[in-house]
T-cell receptor, first 114, second 109 residues
Framework: DGGITQSPKYLFRKEGQNVTLSCEQNLNHDAMYWYRQDPGQGLRLIYYSQIVNDFQKGDIAEGYSVSREKKESFPLTVTSAQKNPTAFYLC?????????????FGSGTRLTVV | AQRVTQPEKLLSVFKGAPVELKCNYSYSGSPELFWYVQYSRQRLQLLLRHISRESIKGFTADLNKGETSFHLKKPFAQEEDSAMYYCALSQSSASKIIFGSGTRLSIRP
């Protein structure tokens, strides 16, 4: 059963802590993406990666970091430098780098700062 | 700059009434346009693409390049259509998709 798996579903972070959100896909997709979803603001692109060992900043990359050591995995680290990290985070992928086929999305991780 | 605008944050209509969710975009080239939908407790999923010219769940969307619009329409709303809808855009062979701010559609019985 192919798809994108995000974990954990819910994550709580203390002030000053770094946390890592997992995103794994078994679709053999080349490109992977991280978006942040906030009420009234839609989806904003954080980082994306079109091939292994390469990634680019999106529109709101400050306070976040990523790695792409394997094709299947694209973890997102929310660092203590991110001033407002409480949000719903979505991972997506696309095959062949062709966006006209649309994304496949994961089920998301809700991060809350406590 | 590329931009997608969804002017309505919330749209509420009665069951059986026509639905139109508005989407306008700004882009100088030939865009690829999409509608995504997120039902309660489900993941965000692709509803339709303009290049497919398809009707999905009774919804259609026509790309109007003159008005730079890609409104989503359905002649008779059903209660199960209640969801969050996002309009999105990418340029052909681009590496990323840009999303609008979303419209919450609520169908009243």
């Amino acid at each position: 059963d192919g798809g994108i798996t995000q974990s954990p579903k819910y994550l709580f972070r203390k002030e000053g802590q770094n946390v890592t959100l997992s995103c794994e896909q078994n679709l053999n997709h080349d490109a992977m993406y991280w978006y942040r979803q906030d009420p009234g603001q839609g989806l904003r692109l954080i980082y994306y990666s079109q091939i292994v060992n390469d990634f680019q900043k999106g529109d709101i990359a400050e306070g976040y970091s990523v790695s792409r050591e394997k094709k299947e995995s694209f973890p997102l680290t929310v660092t203590s430098a991110q001033k407002n990290p409480t949000a719903f985070y979505l991972c997506a992928s696309i095959g062949g780098g062709e966006t006209n086929y649309g994304y496949t999305f994961g089920s998301g991780t809700r991060l809350t700062v406590v | 700059a590329q931009r997608v605008t969804q002017p309505e944050k919330l749209l509420s209509v009665f069951k059986g009434a026509p639905v139109e969710l508005k989407c306008n975009y700004s882009y100088s080239g030939s865009p690829e346009l999409f509608w995504y939908v997120q039902y309660s407790r489900q993941r965000l999923q692709l509803l339709l693409r303009h290049i497919s010219r398809e009707s999905i769940k009774g919804f259609t969307a026509d790309l109007n390049k003159g008005e730079t619009s890609f409104h989503l329409k359905k002649p008779f709303a059903q209660e199960e259509d209640s969801a969050m809808y996002y309009c999105a855009l990418s340029q052909s062979s681009a590496s990323k998709i840009i999303f609008g701010s979303g419209t919450r559609l609520s169908i009243r019985p």
